[in-house]
């Protein structure tokens, strides 16, 4: 019963905490940050659960957005209209997604799945795609490794990449302001402090957007609007420069993370390609 007791008051304590957390920081870019270097942290949510609980969530959110997203089909309509809409839809989406004019969601997986098994990826590829150029093939044969080994589309497959990349990149974005902010004298772990309350909202706001995707479409250059913002705000707020360096700090430290962060991205896709079997 003591140990019952006292599981209670934990989650009731972190509950209260939590949303004493939140609202500062989506109203306050940078507070949050200042007060835990101010001593003030026993009435906030440490930084780095705050953004592992809100990371989680997201990514345990993303799955149902999608499956909302299809096309409901209705029961009384006959089996070819069903199959003629399954056709469209594939057609819609066989082209959608491309690295330098190569198809990379491809459609109907599970018979490319099967067809593979008999003939094999490289024989599958010059088969359906043999107007690719070498380059074209190599990506497409990575791109069909991936998604039968691990048995979904590549964009679930780099989603998953994506959420293991961030917890990554963090630490390299806090790298990045310790560089930028050099003179600053501020100690590396005051850095990681602010990147992890930054990237706490970024998730925040994504599962925002997946919530109202429900209802209407959110545009990915309103998403990147709102980031860089909250970014410039809380950059402002926390490091006390001026308007004119705040902006091109975070210009230049925005360029810097998609220079590093993409290539690594890239990398452990490809790794994932090389480990398929």
Same mark, same amino acid.
């Given at each position: 019963?003591?140990?019952?007791g006292?599981?209670?008051l934990?989650?009731f304590?972190?509950?209260? +905490?939590?949303?004493?957390?939140i609202?500062?920081?989506?109203y +306050?870019p940078?507070?949050?940050t ?8 026993k009435s906030y949510? @440490? ?8 990371s989680?969530?997201y ?6 957005s999608?499956?909302?997203?299809k096309?409901?089909v ?8 069903h #199959?003629n809409?399954? @056709?469209?839809?594939a @057609? ?7 690295i330098e004019d190569?198809?990379?969601n491809?459609?109907k997986?599970?018979s ?5 098994e ?7 590829v010059?088969k359906?795609?043999?107007k690719?150029?070498?380059m ?7 791109v069909c490794?991936?998604m039968v080994s691990? %048995?979904?589309s590549l964009m679930t497959?780099?989603e998953?990449?994506?959420?293991k990349?961030?917890?990554l #990149?963090?630490p390299?974005?806090?790298l990045?302001l310790?560089?930028?902010y050099?003179?600053? +004298? ?5 850095h990681?402090?602010?990147? #992890?309350h930054l ?5 925040l706001?994504?599962i925002?957007?997946l919530?109202? @995707? ?7 250059m309103?998403i990147l609007i709102v ?7 809380a950059?402002k707020?926390?490091y006390?420069?001026?308007? %004119?360096k705040s902006?091109?700090?975070?210009f230049?430290?925005t360029?810097s993370?998609?220079i590093?962060?993409l290539p690594?991205f890239? #990398?452990?896709?490809g790794l ?5 079997v």
């Open positions: 019963m003591h140990l019952i006292e599981s209670f934990d989650y304590h972190f509950d209260s +905490k939590f949303f004493r957390t609202l500062p920081l989506i +306050k940078g507070w949050l200042l007060q835990f270097m101010k001593g003030k942290r949510v @440490e930084p780095f659960k705050l953004f592992l609980v809100i989680v969530i990514f345990l959110l993303l799955p149902m999608k499956e909302s997203t096309t409901e209705n029961p009384v309509q006959s089996d070819s209209a #199959l809409l399954n @056709e469209e839809k @057609e819609a989406t066989h082209f959608k997604y491309k190569v198809p990379i491809l459609s997986q599970d490319m799945r099967r067809e593979i008999v003939i094999g990826v490289k024989t599958y010059d359906h795609y043999s690719e150029g070498p074209g093939k190599f990506i497409i044969r990575q490794k991936i691990k %048995g979904q497959v780099i998953h990449t994506a959420s990349l961030i917890f #990149l963090i390299v974005f806090a990045l310790k560089l930028f050099l003179r600053r +004298k501020r100690l590396y772990f005051e990681l402090i602010f990147s #992890l990237h706490a909202f970024f998730f706001f994504l925002a957007c919530l109202i @995707e429900f209802f209407i479409p959110v545009r990915l309103i980031f860089l913002v909250y970014g410039f705000i950059l707020q926390y006390r420069q001026s308007f %004119g902006l091109l700090k975070m230049l430290i360029l993370y998609l590093i962060g690594v890239f #990398l452990l896709l994932v390609a090389l480990l398929s």
